[in-house]
């Protein structure tokens, strides 16, 4: 399956590729940023290369690389997974490698691949989670539009602690409904 790449004002979602391995290392290697996302599980370089090197034939997803326009250099990831073509819904999720946080970067890559969820694949719903620790994602997903559904209780760690699960989504009409007032 060719996977597409999305034109941003200032950024470009291309497809995940090999070439990345090294940045996204760069990422995974980010305590805080494993922290906010819940990440525990530690990775080798090989199974990085290999997850980038696989990205374009995995079936169900699209894993895009965050790129600033004419610049080609991996400044994270969004990732609409999960996608079920019955139900008409996907998972987002969304990392970016420190020295690019706060940027917008991940605010434009947000919208462009909720375009793409919703009027490209046709799909109803999008749905997330994020860690109630994170309150910077929280506060950028509903500002966006996503609506909190629920929380999970105690579903990721917390270095030797838990926290919860903050559940959010955005339906097909709510997103054009908040296109039609931006």
């Not at 940023?33 to 199974?47: C, I, K």
């Not at 749905?127 to 620790?133: F, T, Y």
């Given at each position: 399956?060719?996977?597409?790449?999305?034109?941003?004002?200032?950024?470009?979602?291309?497809?995940?590729?090999?070439?990345d391995?090294?940045?996204?290392?760069?990422?995974?290697?980010?305590?805080?940023?494993?922290?906010?996302?819940?990440?525990?599980?530690?990775?080798?370089?090989?199974?990085?290369d290999?997850?980038?090197?696989?990205?374009?034939?995995?079936?169900?997803?699209?894993?895009?690389?965050?790129?600033?326009?004419?610049?080609?250099?991996?400044?994270?990831?969004?990732?609409l997974?999960?996608?079920?073509?019955?139900v008409?819904?996907?998972g987002?999720?969304?990392?970016?490698?420190?020295a690019?946080?706060?940027r917008?970067?991940?605010?434009?890559?947000?919208?462009?691949?909720?375009?793409?969820?919703f009027?490209?694949?046709g799909?109803?719903r999008?749905?997330?989670?994020?860690?109630?620790?994170?309150?910077?994602?929280?506060?950028?997903?509903?500002?966006?539009?996503?609506?909190?559904?629920?929380?999970?209780?105690?579903?990721?760690?917390?270095?030797?602690g838990w926290?919860?699960?903050?559940?959010?989504?955005?339906?097909?009409?709510?997103?054009?409904?908040?296109?039609?007032?931006?």
């Open positions: 399956m060719q996977k597409p790449t999305l034109q941003g004002e200032m950024i470009v979602l291309r497809p995940i590729r090999a070439d391995a090294d940045a996204m290392w760069d990422m995974l290697d980010d305590a805080e940023g494993n922290r906010l996302t819940g990440t525990t599980r530690v990775f080798t370089h090989e199974e990085v290999a997850w980038c090197a696989g990205r374009e034939a995995a079936q169900g997803r699209y894993d895009f690389a965050v790129t600033a326009n004419g610049d080609d250099e991996y400044r994270g990831e969004i990732v997974n999960d996608i079920d073509e019955d008409r819904c996907a987002l999720r969304l990392a970016m490698r420190p690019y946080r706060g917008g970067y991940g605010t434009e890559a947000i919208e462009l691949v909720l375009g793409f969820a009027d490209g694949l799909l109803h999008v749905e997330l989670d994020a860690l109630s620790i994170n309150t910077r994602a929280i506060s950028l997903y509903e500002n966006i539009g996503f609506r909190l559904e629920g929380r999970r209780r105690d579903a990721y760690r917390d270095g030797t926290c919860d699960a903050v559940m959010m989504s955005m339906l097909e009409d709510e997103y054009r409904a908040g296109r039609v007032s931006a």
